[in-house]
């Protein structure tokens, strides 16, 4: 907007205009391609610890970005100074992506010269991993350019292109005759398929019985296969006389499916077929022959990354499908595939015929059984073998189909989450549970793609997001994302591979120097990379294993009684399917499954939940069940388990079997059988099975648990799986019981944002268990460590603790034993070994709200080219903190705030005072200095910095400085595209208060 008139200005009298926003400043012309030399410095020195300590976490355990580049259209020279960038913000890797959907004009990517995989991007892959070597960082690269994993070389006929089973129908009344050319698919074949072959015709009598609103019902028994009969491209066939009958014919073809935003290399990639040995062979031949140069091979050994593969997103109307299914459904189930096609077969995706509903579940559970044991074979166990040959790990998001995600994560090096797809915490917590059981480390997650939220996502959104997704086993960040800076054409701030999406606001975010936030990202990558070295410590250890028949993720389909219920008293859980069953780890010691692993204290079991909670079990995991309870573990079944059948098509006896385990199973000391959700406790407790941590009354607190050498680390959070804060979700104030490993281990705290350690001086102890105190604003953590007094060098000792005190808190200090309090008084204080201690604090000041601030703020603005940024600045006078949005020069500025105010304290004050300094509400990050000096990172989500002894008598400045996103810039500058976006209140609103304590010691 113009600038207001000085008249104008004077209408505003709560603050007053020091300078005019009329000149750039003398170094305004900020090119943000080079690295900010604050976060650069703090990141030197970041990087220039070693040893990996809480305080210093190594580069193994930084969060990564997603780094998207316009395929090769890169230059060599910006890719290491991105590298560089990536690394000075404290960022420990890269995935390298080719990703350009905000490109409507796709000549500018010269793709025959500039494509993936093209001369031009394996420059910029040796430059990447060059640069990232020399800077410690990882550097992952996809299977393919974007998502799903495709190579150029291959067509929509290729053996090793994905394909799809596409139908034909036609109806037939009873007693009628069809002549006439073979029924062709219903809907067209994609561009660029020339082929169908004919697999199969059938005719089937009509059941209305079975039809359901999209589905015609059909008589399995009379389906009749007339493939035979099908002479040069056509049929003669008559119906019986009792009832309407349907032709079926079945195509098999190309789906055609290119990946996504494409075309990304010349000649065109195509997706290729997940589910057979050619079409991963494809893959791994391609890079072979085109990527892996002698230098790349080298390169690869050096880094240590992984080769990654996004969610499987096979597109298509029909029925995914590769030439070997019925084969393998043959080996797998016993049966032919072929008579059962009618309730498989999709057309526009959605189901077209059904047999009586309980066997078309059970045809349709075999199906997709098959595939996700050929998916598992094929792809990504050979995918897996080829990458540990160039030194990578496998990383993958192996959800997107109906296959058992479960299994495939106890085959992957490293599997995948996503904060977009993911509609809750179970969906992490069903690839936490392979991960656990096969003995892996890390969970991974693709964290932050907001829909529409391209430069105006904060980082406080990103943090109260992946808050939850901590407590469910996610111990890896990999940020959404990284935008290389240049392309032809693109507006300002530079090239951003999701904005504009198809001319709006487009996914995520492009973080980077181009953001006024990248001054203080190296806080928040510090914060990230000590909660993922907490959670990457030792062994995760669940309460609870919920065994889940069919092993879909990212669906949001939670555990009955434990998600709803168990979580709110502190109770955790994890997934496990029929293939982890098999694993060496399925073993059990003192009443333990997987007892050097996540150490499960019972199982869980209950109906199919993506079969209307139907009673199923596989006979072989019946036998499991009774292995296992026979050897001492508790296990809990939920339902009518005396009418228990196979889930799928069963075998002559098969039932009778899997009951008369079942009866065994349920005859065991160590099983109980419930009918109701709600004696899921009573059942617990019968077996003597109590969760790690305990809550006195159902909280929003979340928690994981980790142990490592006899220290137990505890990581709490406030708040659930959302992009934004559920109203339900509110500031938590209660008692929590952690069971300790180490007899007579004591509680610290690890404050994640600051590194430092603290041994917590209020609390109680029973036996194997601590109980402290927990206070935490939604979205808020705190990571506890249970372990042997001095554990982290600390000089508590032994010394008494505070069982109970009626001061604000107690601290251990230096000097001991302290209390601190916000008003003058005598506090009681009883100790750990008995004594109750007076305490009396004199002369503690009130709260202080500064009344005046200085405000300087660096306005970003477009510069000379879309990768340079102008930057104008203004200086007011404020009398009330207010956002910018209400203060007319500032109403669209994007940038940086640095707000001063300077606090007198009276002769007073003394050594036995401090304050804490609240800061209230911001957008987006901040940084404190206080008498110059510069705090400690604060709690981006719960912003309270003890500023301890850094005040003294009389005059005392204060100074706050704020970055903003840069949407409300945006929506000036380019409105085309960022118009429509709602103006934000950014800055520092407060309120803001300094908050005096006294402090002395106990006794």
């Known amino acids: 907007m113009d600038n207001p008139t000085p008249a104008a200005r004077s209408g505003l009298p709560r603050r007053t205009l020091l300078t005019a926003a009329v000149a750039t400043a003398a170094a305004g012309a900020l090119d943000w391609r080079a690295p900010d030399r604050a976060a650069a410095a703090a990141g030197t020195r970041t990087a220039s610890r070693t040893g990996g300590s809480f305080a210093s976490p190594g580069r193994a355990v930084q969060p990564k970005f997603r780094w998207w580049w316009p395929d090769g259209l890169v230059r060599p020279d910006e890719i290491r100074r991105e590298i560089d960038q990536i690394a000075d913000a404290g960022f420990g890797g890269a995935e390298i992506a080719a990703v350009h959907h905000s490109v409507k004009d796709t000549s500018v990517l010269d793709t025959a010269r500039h494509g993936w995989s093209s001369a031009a991007w394996v420059e910029g892959v040796e430059a990447a991993l060059s640069q990232a070597a020399r800077r410690g960082l990882t550097i992952d690269l996809t299977v393919g350019p974007s998502w799903p994993a495709a190579v150029p070389g291959i067509t929509p006929d290729s053996e090793a292109a994905v394909k799809e089973l596409a139908h034909g129908t036609v109806t037939v009344a009873a007693g009628t005759t069809y002549s006439g050319p073979v029924p ?5 074949a994609a561009s660029g398929v020339t082929r169908q072959d004919l697999l199969l015709v059938q005719a089937a009598r009509v059941n209305t019985a079975y039809s359901t609103r999209k589905e015609t019902g059909l008589d399995q028994d009379s389906v009749v296969d007339l493939t035979r009969t099908v ?17 079926i014919s079945y195509w098999v073809r190309g789906s055609g499916q290119m990946p996504e935003g494409g075309p990304h290399s010349d000649p065109p990639a195509y997706v290729i077929d997940h589910f057979s040995a050619a079409g991963t062979r494809a893959v791994t031949d391609y890079w072979e022959k085109h990527i892996l140069t002698r230098s790349v ?19 298509t109307d029909g029925l995914q499908w590769t030439p070997g ?3 393998a459904f043959e080996r797998h189930t016993g049966r032919s595939l072929l008579p059962l096609l009618p309730a498989v077969v999709l057309g526009n995706s959605n189901q077209v015929f059904a047999f009586e509903a309980a066997v078309t579940q059970r045809i349709r559970h075999d199906f997709w059984e098959t595939v996700s044991l050929l998916i598992n074979e094929h792809h990504f166990t050979a995918l897996r073998t080829w990458a540990h040959g160039l030194g990578l790990q496998l990383r993958s998001q192996p959800y997107g189909l109906q296959t058992d995600t479960i299994h495939t994560a106890t085959i992957l090096d490293i599997p995948e989450g996503e904060s977009l797809g993911f509609k809750n915490l179970d969906d992490h917590r069903c690839l936490a549970g392979g991960r656990d059981m096969a003995g892996r480390t890390v969970l991974s997650c693709e964290a ?5 939220g391209a430069y105006t996502t904060t980082w406080q959104k990103f943090l109260r997001t992946m808050g939850g997704a901590y407590a469910a086993g996610v111990n890896q960040t990999v940020v959404h994302g990284f935008s290389y800076a240049e392309l032809p054409g693109v507006n300002w701030p530079g090239y951003a591979a999701f904005t504009p999406y198809n001319g709006t606001v487009g996914y995520g975010e492009s973080w980077g120097p181009r953001h006024p936030t990248w001054r203080h990202v190296a806080d928040v990558s510090g914060y990230l990379a000590r909660v993922h070295q907490v959670l990457q410590t030792g062994r995760p250890r669940a309460d609870v294993a919920v065994f889940r028949q069919t092993g879909y993720s990212a669906t949001g389909i939670g555990a009955g009684w434990f998600t709803a219920s168990g979580v709110p008293l502190g109770w955790t859980h994890q997934f496990l399917s029929s293939a982890t069953l098999d694993l060496p780890s399925a073993t059990v010691r003192k009443g333990r499954l997987a007892p050097d692993g996540p150490a499960y204290k019972a199982l869980f079991v209950e109906g199919d939940r993506f079969y209307g909670s139907a009673i199923t079990l596989e ?7 009774l292995r296992l309870t026979r050897a001492g573990l508790p296990i809990v079944l939920l339902g009518a388990w005396d009418t228990v059948v196979p889930p799928g098509m069963p075998d002559a006896g098969e039932t009778d ?8 199973l349920l005859a065991q000391p160590r099983v109980r059988q419930v009918t109701d959700l709600t004696a899921v406790p009573t059942a617990l407790a019968e077996l003597g099975v109590e969760p790690d941590a305990r809550y006195s009354a159902s909280s929003t607190l979340l928690n994981f648990h980790r142990v490592a050498d006899g220290v137990d680390h505890y990581y709490l959070c406030n708040g659930k799986h959302a992009e934004t804060v559920k109203p339900a979700v509110a500031a938590v104030d209660h008692e929590v019981t952690l069971r300790r490993t180490t007899s007579g281990g004591v509680p610290y705290l690890l404050d994640a944002w600051s590194g430092r350690v603290e041994r917590i001086a209020r609390y109680t102890e029973d036996g194997d268990t601590v109980t402290v105190r927990v206070a935490l604003e939604p979205s808020e953590t705190m990571i506890v460590a249970i372990g042997r007094p001095g554990l982290f060098g600390d000089r508590a000792g032994k010394r008494p603790h505070a069982v109970d005190t009626d001061a604000d808190e107690a601290r251990f200090t230096d000097d001991g034993l302290v209390v601190r309090a916000a008003a003058a008084g005598t506090y009681r204080t009883v100790l750990s070994e008995g004594r109750t201690v007076r305490t009396t604090l004199k002369d503690v000041p009130g709260p202080i709200v500064p009344v005046s601030w200085q405000l300087h703020v660096e306005d970003w603005q477009p510069g000379a080219s879309a990768t340079r940024t102008k930057i104008v600045e203004h200086d007011l006078t404020l009398d009330e903190l207010v956002p910018w949005s209400q203060i007319p020069e500032l109403a669209d500025v994007s940038g940086i705030g640095r707000y001063r105010t300077t606090v007198t304290l009276g002769a007073a004050w003394s050594g036995g005072h401090g304050a804490r300094l609240e800061l209230g509400a911001f957008t987006d990050t901040c940084r404190v200095t206080v008498n110059g000096h510069r705090l400690d990172p604060v709690d981006q989500l719960h912003p309270v910095a003890d500023l301890g002894g850094l005040l003294r008598k009389g005059r005392n400045v204060i100074e706050i400085e704020v970055a903003t996103p840069l949407g ?3 929506r000036v500058s380019d409105p085309s595209v960022y118009g429509g976006t709602a103006r934000q209140a950014y800055g520092l609103t407060g309120p803001v208060r300094l908050v005096p304590y006294g402090e002395a010691r106990v006794g």
């Open 231 to 247: 002479a040069d491209g056509a049929l003669d066939w008559t119906a019986p006389g009792d009832g309407t009958w349907v032709l």
């Open 297 to 315: 091979r080298k390169l690869l050994k050096v880094s240590g990354g992984a080769l990654f593969e996004d969610s499987i997103e096979l597109e």
């Open 325 to 327: 299914l019925p084969a």
């Open 657 to 664: 079997a899997l009951r008369a385990v079942m009866a065994q």
């Open 619 to 625: 006979l072989s995991d019946a036998r499991a069940l």
């Open 968 to 970: 409300n810039r945006l």
């Open 448 to 452: 932050g793609g907001y829909t529409g």
């Open 184 to 188: 062709e698919p219903v809907y067209e």
